[in-house]
C-alpha cells in the first residue's frame, strides 16, 4: 500500500533518477505526490509515462512536499542544500549520498531553518549489492520514519534487481 505523504526529489547524480524511477515503479506513493523540477530534466525523463507534478523550480517542488529527498554526490551535497536552506523549514530533509560524510552534523551545519533531517548513507555489501544505513535526528517525527526508509530502500531494490 502505498505511503500517503508529500515526496519531492530534488538533486543530481546517478541515483537522482533511479529514486524518481524506483519511487514512482514500486508505487511507494500515489504518482501524483510526487513533485519534481521542470529544470530538473533527468528527473521529469524518469517520470516519464506518469502523472506526477511538475513544479517551475527545486523551491516550488520543496514548498509543496512534507518529505524532501535531496541526492547527490558528496562533492554536489553541499550546493544543493544550500538551494534549499531558507526553505526547508517543517519539512523532512532526507539526504541520499554514498559517503558517510553527509551525516546529521553536515546537514545541520548547511540548513539552519529545518529541524527534522534523516541522513541516508548508500553502502555496497560483499556481494556488490546496496543498501542504506540510517542517521536520524531526535526532532524527526516518528511516523514519517518509515515512509523515509521505504523511498531510499525502493531505490536499492530496484538497483539491486537490475545488477
Given at each position: 500500500?502505498?505511503?500517503?505523504?508529500?515526496v519531492?526529489v530534488?538533486?543530481?547524480?546517478?541515483?537522482?533518477?533511479k529514486?524518481?524511477?524506483?519511487i514512482?515503479?514500486?508505487?511507494?506513493i500515489?504518482s501524483?505526490?510526487?513533485?519534481?523540477?521542470?529544470?530538473?530534466k533527468?528527473a521529469?525523463?524518469?517520470?516519464?509515462?506518469?502523472?506526477?507534478?511538475?513544479?517551475?523550480?527545486?523551491?516550488?517542488a520543496?514548498?509543496?512536499?512534507?518529505?524532501?529527498?535531496?541526492?547527490?554526490?558528496r562533492?554536489?551535497?553541499?550546493?544543493?542544500?544550500?538551494?534549499?536552506?531558507?526553505?526547508?523549514?517543517k519539512r523532512?530533509?532526507?539526504?541520499?549520498?554514498?559517503?558517510?560524510?553527509i551525516?546529521?552534523a553536515?546537514?545541520e551545519?548547511?540548513?539552519?531553518t529545518?529541524t527534522?533531517?534523516?541522513?541516508a548513507?548508500?553502502?555496497r555489501d560483499?556481494?556488490?549489492?546496496?543498501?542504506a544505513?540510517y542517521?536520524i535526528s531526535?526532532k524527526?517525527?516518528?511516523?514519517?520514519?518509515?515512509?523515509?526508509r521505504?523511498?531510499?530502500?525502493?531505490m536499492?531494490?530496484?538497483?539491486?534487481?537490475?545488477?
Open positions: 500500500m502505498p505511503q500517503n505523504v508529500m519531492s530534488i538533486g543530481e547524480g546517478e541515483y537522482m533518477p529514486m524518481v524511477r524506483a514512482l515503479s514500486r508505487e511507494v500515489p501524483r505526490n510526487l513533485f519534481v523540477s521542470a529544470k530538473n533527468a521529469c525523463q524518469a517520470a516519464e509515462g506518469y502523472s506526477i507534478s511538475i513544479c517551475e523550480d527545486d523551491l516550488s520543496l514548498i509543496k512536499c512534507e518529505i524532501a529527498l535531496v541526492v547527490a554526490p562533492r554536489e551535497m553541499s550546493t544543493e542544500l544550500a538551494r534549499i536552506s531558507g526553505s526547508a523549514q523532512v530533509i532526507v539526504t541520499v549520498c554514498d559517503s558517510e560524510q551525516n546529521l553536515f546537514i551545519e548547511r540548513i539552519t529545518a527534522e533531517f534523516i541522513a548513507v548508500l553502502h560483499e556481494n556488490g549489492k546496496l543498501y544505513t542517521e531526535q524527526a517525527r516518528l511516523f514519517l520514519h518509515q515512509p523515509c521505504d523511498l531510499v530502500d525502493a536499492c531494490a530496484m538497483i539491486n534487481e537490475e545488477g
